[in-house]
Structure formats: C-alpha cells, structure tokens
C-alpha cells in the first residue's frame, strides 16, 4: 500500500446543494469544513488532489453548467491536479477518465469526500473498490439529505450510516477526517 501517493477525491461540493439544505433535511454541518481540511493537509503533504463536479444535463437542474449552483463552494480552492466534469453518479464515468489519470501516475489508493454520501460519494466508492484501489471514505467530510421512499422519510443521518454499512470492508475503509489526516 503506497500512502505517499493516495489521492483525495472531492466529489460535487457545488452551490446548487445549498438549495437543499434545510433543516432537518441534511446531516453533518462540519462537512465542508472537514473537506477543506483535507485539501489543506493533502496538499501541505504534496499527495494529488482530484475535484469532481457534476455538469447535470437536466434542463431544471441547479448543477447543470454555466448556473451559478454548478460552481464550487467557497472551500474548494486553488487548482487540482485533476479536473474531472461528469453527469452520473460515479466520478469514473467522467471526463478526463479517472482511472486512466489514477494509473498513469502510479496512483493505487484514493480518499473520497464530498456530496452526497449516498450518491456519487458512495457510488464512486463502490467503483473504486471494484477496480482494486485501496479506497478511504471520509465519512464525517460528506454529508446527504432525507429523503422519502413509500410514504416513509429516511434521515440523513440514517442514509449516511447505511452507507458506511453497506460499503465498509467490502469496498472502502470508512474513516473520520481526524484519522485520515493522522494517517497522512
């Protein structure tokens, strides 16, 4: 396992998901904060840091491109060493090609962070495992929003615990901000 070399994944921390925070709606309000510093420590350690925003193609959408909810939060700063724009879930359907980029640098572990836990984080996870990366999901540097499935409304807080349930062990190790810094 080479940790000299893990990259940071930030996934979708775009303006257009503060249309959705409303009380009660959304989990871990230390997110973005977590996320940033990430970013400050992977870069103090000079590791790669990939960006990844979602370029919606729905015409409604507050992600589709050249709106002002398709732009990164305020904490996404300075220049990644990857660019990736996609319009699905997993940051390895976008463009440039993820992996291509991960392989061509020699880059075999990753560190995913950002929104929605249980969308394009998980999603990306779930691929990253598959295509045999050692993958961390900094689980307290996402955070998701309720949502209602048959009339029943399932909590934040509770889709963000299924997921570290359902991709733990199998596709990622789920870690906390504090642990993932520590074992930089």
């Not at 090609?97 to 061509?104: I, K, N, R, S, V």
């Not at 996402?142 to 615990?161: D, I, P, Q, Y």
């Given at each position: ?22 009380k ?26 990939v ?25 996404i ?48 996870a ?59």
């Amino acid at each position: 396992m080479k940790l000299n070399n893990r990259a940071l994944i930030v996934i979708d921390v775009q303006k257009g998901f503060e249309e959705y925070d409303i009380k009660g709606e959304r989990n871990n309000p230390d997110c973005e904060a977590n996320v940033a510093r990430l970013i400050e420590t992977w870069r103090a350690n000079k590791l790669p840091v990939v960006f990844v925003k979602h370029n919606s193609k729905s015409d409604t959408s507050v992600l589709r491109p050249n709106q002002p909810g398709n732009d990164f939060k305020d904490i996404i700063t300075g220049t990644p060493d990857l660019l990736v724009t996609k319009s699905v879930n997993s940051a390895f359907y976008g463009t440039p090609d993820l992996y291509q980029w991960l392989t061509a640098k020699d880059i075999d572990s990753v560190a995913i962070c950002g929104i929605q836990t249980n969308m394009c984080c998980e999603t990306t996870a779930r691929m990253s495992g598959n295509l045999g990366l050692d993958t961390w999901f900094i689980l307290d540097a996402t955070h998701t929003f309720a949502k209602t499935f048959n009339g029943v409304k399932v909590s934040a807080e509770e889709l963000a615990r299924v997921t570290a349930v359902n991709i733990s062990g199998e596709f990622a190790e789920i870690l906390s901000t504090e642990e993932a810094i520590s074992k930089i």
